[in-house]
């Protein structure tokens, strides 16, 4: 079955599902980083005072690489089209996973493990700087310009499918063993069903069709020589703000749900297990919510329904995470749900709200200049920030006041950008 994409050019269903899936890896992975920090820490940097730190400090390092991956993918998907871009960079996400699961611990190796450890995440991330942008811009390039926002936003609710895999995966590993088999043997089983997930994703890519808008670029002549540079001379106020956008959307994400088990966990609130198993309602809560939100942008625009979560984000994350402290389960499930409902919102309007800053050609390379580099600022640094803000102050609501801090910069951008949502 077939629905018309962007200049009338045909998609088949079927490639918009692979496409919308396939984000499901690259979250998988670097959700379970971060789920996983605590039992990294002692497998690879021996668990001493600052293991901890030093294992979120090597997921802030990786994702500085996420910038360069996003401009080499970029440039390759603007060139050569979306899909060649897609079936690389999954090429090379189910190679680190493998190696990752493969990997010699802390006490065989000593401190070498952290720095293979690291060589790998950075590997990965270069390989992720491309996969989530390439997949928005392939899905808005394929969607009913009516219903854009719904669709580019199943991208995002398929992140938390992979995140809600990782929370799975990942709690069953560490409620069916031993601390001691554990950090022996059983951490690798995550990174495993991780590799066999890519590969299989890969695999399913290498039937998607081309993106109809580059067709349509190809049969006009119109595929840019130097998308980077046409790309900074024609349209750096839309590189900016997909900056502003997506620092809301990274800090939200990064802080407000991956970080929290971490922040459970460290803060003495509930334990590993528990705090594990309170994601996966999180993660529930965001695959709910993002399908919504992108429909309701549809209907009312991506500005206000942007403007409102920002001013959310500036009100609600502070008391969440304070709330959290207080050790309570209910009151630890009642603010997990809701930071993750407010970040899914946010990230789930940013997809289409970014992509549409850009024209079809070039579009993968804005993304990057725009998007990607702000998800390695906020997202990357901004767990390990939270953290060791949190030890230096003995103040739980640090994490959320960095929350506030970064919607409140980015509120007057939202609130004087152009409505992007086409016009019926």
């Given at each position: 079955?077939?629905?018309?994409?962007?200049?009338?050019?045909s998609m088949t269903r079927a490639s918009m599902v692979i496409a919308a899936l396939s984000t499901i890896?690259?979250?998988?992975?670097?959700?379970?980083?971060?789920?996983?920090?605590?039992?990294?820490?002692?497998?690879?940097?021996?668990?001493?005072g600052n293991s901890l730190l030093a294992t979120l400090a090597g997921f802030a390092i990786a994702y500085?690489?996420?910038?360069?991956?996003?401009?080499?993918?970029?440039?390759?998907?603007?060139?050569?089209?979306?899909?060649?871009?897609?079936?690389?960079?999954?090429?090379?996400?189910?190679?680190?996973?493998?190696?990752?699961?493969?990997?010699?611990?802390?006490?065989?190796?000593?401190?070498?493990?952290?720095?293979?450890?690291?060589?790998?995440?950075?590997?990965?991330?270069?390989?992720?700087?491309?996969?989530?942008?390439?997949?928005?811009?392939?899905?808005?390039?394929?969607?009913?310009?009516?219903?854009?926002?719904?669709?580019?936003?199943?991208?995002?609710?398929?992140?938390?499918?992979?995140?809600?895999?990782?929370?799975?995966?990942?709690?069953?590993?560490?409620?069916?063993?031993?601390?001691?088999?554990?950090?022996?043997?059983?951490?690798?089983?995550?990174?495993?069903?991780?590799?066999?997930?890519?590969?299989?994703?890969?695999?399913?890519?290498?039937?998607?069709?081309?993106?109809?808008?580059?067709?349509?670029?190809?049969?006009?002549?119109?595929?840019?020589?130097?998308?980077?540079?046409?790309?900074?001379?024609?349209?750096?106020?839309?590189?900016?703000?997909?900056?502003?956008?997506?620092?809301?959307?990274?800090?939200?994400?990064?802080?407000?749900?991956?970080?929290?088990?971490?922040?459970?966990?460290?803060?003495?609130?509930?334990?590993?297990?528990?705090?594990?198993?309170?994601?996966?309602?999180?993660?529930?809560?965001?695959?709910?919510?993002?399908?919504?939100?992108?429909?309701?942008?549809?209907?009312?625009?991506?500005?206000?329904?942007?403007?409102?979560?920002?001013?959310?984000c500036a009100a609600l994350p502070s008391t969440m995470f304070a709330l959290m402290a207080q050790g309570?389960?209910?009151?630890?499930?009642?603010?997990?749900?809701?930071?993750?409902?407010?970040?899914?919102?946010?990230?789930?309007?940013?997809?289409?709200?970014?992509?549409?800053?850009?024209?079809?050609?070039?579009?993968?390379?804005?993304?990057?200049?725009?998007?990607?580099?702000?998800?390695?600022?906020?997202?990357?640094?901004?767990?390990?920030?939270?953290?060791?803000?949190?030890?230096?102050?003995?103040?739980?609501?640090?994490?959320?006041?960095?929350?506030?801090?970064?919607?409140?910069?980015?509120?007057?951008?939202?609130?004087?950008?152009?409505?992007?949502?086409?016009?019926?």
């Open positions: 079955m077939k629905r018309a994409g962007q200049g009338g050019v890896v690259e979250w998988y992975d670097f959700t379970l980083y971060l789920y996983f920090a605590t039992v990294l820490s002692r497998v690879f940097f021996g668990g001493g500085a690489m996420r910038p360069l991956g996003a401009l080499v993918f970029g440039i390759i998907g603007d060139k050569l089209g979306r899909r060649h871009t897609l079936l690389m960079s999954m090429a090379l996400m189910t190679v680190a996973m493998l190696a990752t699961a493969l990997l010699p611990d802390f006490h065989r190796i000593g401190m070498a493990a952290g720095y293979l450890l690291l060589l790998l995440r950075c590997l990965m991330a270069f390989s992720v700087g491309g996969e989530y942008t390439g997949v928005v811009a392939y899905l808005l390039e394929g969607a009913d310009k009516h219903h854009r926002g719904l669709i580019t936003s199943l991208a995002s609710a398929a992140s938390e499918i992979g995140a809600l895999l990782a929370v799975g995966v990942s709690a069953l590993t560490v409620g069916l063993m031993s601390r001691e088999n554990l950090d022996a043997w059983g951490w690798r089983i995550p990174f495993f069903v991780g590799a066999v997930l890519a590969g299989s994703i890969w695999v399913a890519r290498s039937a998607m069709q081309e993106s109809p808008d580059f067709e349509r670029q190809k049969a006009r002549g119109t595929v840019p020589v130097s998308p980077v540079r046409d790309t900074l001379a024609h349209h750096r106020a839309a590189i900016a703000r997909t900056f502003a956008i997506s620092a809301l959307g990274s800090i939200t994400y990064y802080v407000g749900i991956t970080y929290v088990p971490t922040f459970l966990s460290s803060t003495g609130a509930i334990g590993e297990g528990m705090s594990l198993a309170l994601s996966t309602v999180a993660a529930v809560a965001v695959i709910l919510v993002t399908p919504w939100a992108g429909a309701l942008s549809d209907r009312l625009g991506r500005k206000p329904v942007l403007v409102v979560l920002a001013l959310l309570s389960l209910w009151h630890v499930v009642i603010a997990a749900v809701v930071l993750a409902c407010v970040a899914g919102g946010v990230s789930a309007v940013a997809a289409s709200a970014t992509a549409e800053q850009f024209p079809g050609e070039g579009r993968l390379s804005g993304l990057a200049l725009g998007v990607t580099v702000a998800t390695a600022i906020f997202g990357g640094i901004t767990p390990f920030l939270a953290e060791l803000l949190v030890k230096m102050t003995g103040w739980a609501a640090v994490p959320g006041v960095m929350i506030a801090v970064i919607a409140l910069a980015v509120l007057p951008v939202l609130m004087t950008m152009p409505e992007t949502r086409p016009r019926a």
